[in-house]
């Protein structure tokens, strides 16, 4: 039964027409753009730091220096992956200042289905440290008590 449901959905993609009036069933026929976007789509899927950050997104939009602390990565690594997240059309982005912050673009109905079918799959406690660093660092940063430099610059208004 449950791939009886998935093939229905896959049924919705096909016959789902985007806003622009481009049929994502042209994809299906040899339709190069379309087949390059899905390739973009799953490239940009296929690595494991792209799908914690689309996990950490599932809750609302986050800034890239939330992303940096949760994941204790260096900020340059953390863009990279939210550009090709962003290439493949999975994620939005916005300026505040001189901070980008990140949400998932749900936009697209083929997309939103493909994004929830993924975060359904990807268990809690898999990403439970990078919640856990995420909170430390949302905390210290409210309080004022963090002492690493970044604090002071990041999400604020200038």
Not at 25 to 36: C, D, H, L
Not at 93 to 121: C, P
Not at 129 to 144: A, V
Request: aromatic share 8%; net charge positive.
């Amino acid at each position: 039964m449950p791939w009886r449901s998935r093939k229905c959905c896959l049924y919705v993609f096909i016959i789902h027409r985007e806003a622009s009036g481009r049929i994502l069933q042209g994809a299906f026929k040899g339709g190069m753009s379309a087949m390059k976007e899905l390739l973009n789509i799953f490239k940009a899927l296929s690595d494991e730091t792209r799908l914690r950050i689309m996990k950490l997104l599932e809750h609302g939009e986050i800034c890239v220096c939330d992303i940096v602390a949760a994941f204790d990565m260096i900020q340059p690594k953390v863009s990279f992956h939210l550009g090709v997240l962003k290439k493949a059309g999975l994620v939005k982005d916005r300026k505040q200042g001189k901070w980008m912050h990140y949400r998932i673009d749900d936009s697209d109905m083929f997309k939103r289905f493909l994004i929830l079918s993924i975060m359904e799959r990807i268990p809690e406690d898999k990403l439970k440290e990078d919640k856990k660093r995420l909170e430390k660092f949302l905390k210290n940063k409210t309080e004022g008590t963090q002492i690493i430099s970044i604090a002071e610059r990041c999400c604020e208004k200038g």
